[in-house]
């Protein structure tokens, strides 16, 4: 099961994201948290679980992501920020893998390169290019008040790692949705 995250301050997008979801619905569940002490009454996605979780030191959603990962106990944790939706190939280039970390090459919206894949380190990485298995997460944490706390997280998931996939293909775009 591929748990999705999405830590969310642009709840406006969550209807083009569930759209993009082509995943098989029981090999997914997506988990969104509100950057939020509640969560917003709008129409909402019916094949998502809400969440409200506020923490004033954080940035960037992640005291969510965070709190998204004390919900999930097993399979992998892919996020996927409110800004972006899921690649329409992204499903069938992954499924076949077990491996710990599965990355894959990110574009920019304009379709030029921005990441290649599987470069474990900040400033080199994307949270929306490669997801975890949730047991190698184990207590590892997003560092709350930086902005660049996904590179610190791929490092630090990379050090517990025994196996890593790369798939050299381009597999989500940078702020597909601003």
Same mark, same amino acid.
């Given at each position: 099961?591929?748990?999705? /995250? ?27 948290? #509100? ?13 998502? *679980?809400?969440?409200? +979780? ?5 940035? $960037? ?5 965070? +709190?998204?990962? !004390?919900?999930? $106990? ?22 076949? +893998? ?13 379709? !030029? ?16 290019? #490669? ?15 930086? +902005?660049?706390?996904?590179? #610190? #997280?791929? *490092?630090? /998931? ?21």
């Amino acid at each position: 099961i591929i748990n999705i /995250v999405t830590p969310c301050c642009r709840p406006e997008n969550l209807l083009k994201i569930s759209d993009s979801i082509n995943i098989p619905r029981d090999h997914y569940r997506w988990v969104v948290v #509100f950057d939020s002490h509640q969560i917003p009454n709008i129409q909402l996605p019916t094949n998502a *679980e809400y969440y409200a +979780y506020k923490d004033l030191k954080s940035v $960037s959603g992640n005291a969510q992501r965070n +709190y998204a990962n !004390t919900l999930i $106990s097993d399979g992998y944790v892919m996020i996927i920020d409110d800004d972006t939706i899921l690649h329409p190939d992204l499903w069938e280039a992954v499924k076949e +893998y077990n491996h710990d970390v599965i990355c894959w090459k990110q574009a920019n919206k304009d379709g !030029t390169h921005r990441l290649n894949a599987g470069q474990l380190s900040t400033n080199n990485i994307d949270s929306g290019s #490669f997801m975890v298995k949730r047991s190698i997460i184990g207590e590892i944490k997003w560092r709350l008040n930086v +902005y660049a706390a996904d590179g #610190f #997280f791929a *490092e630090d /998931v990379a050090k517990v790692s025994a196996s890593q996939k790369n798939i050299d293909s381009y597999l989500s775009v940078y702020n597909y949705l601003r």
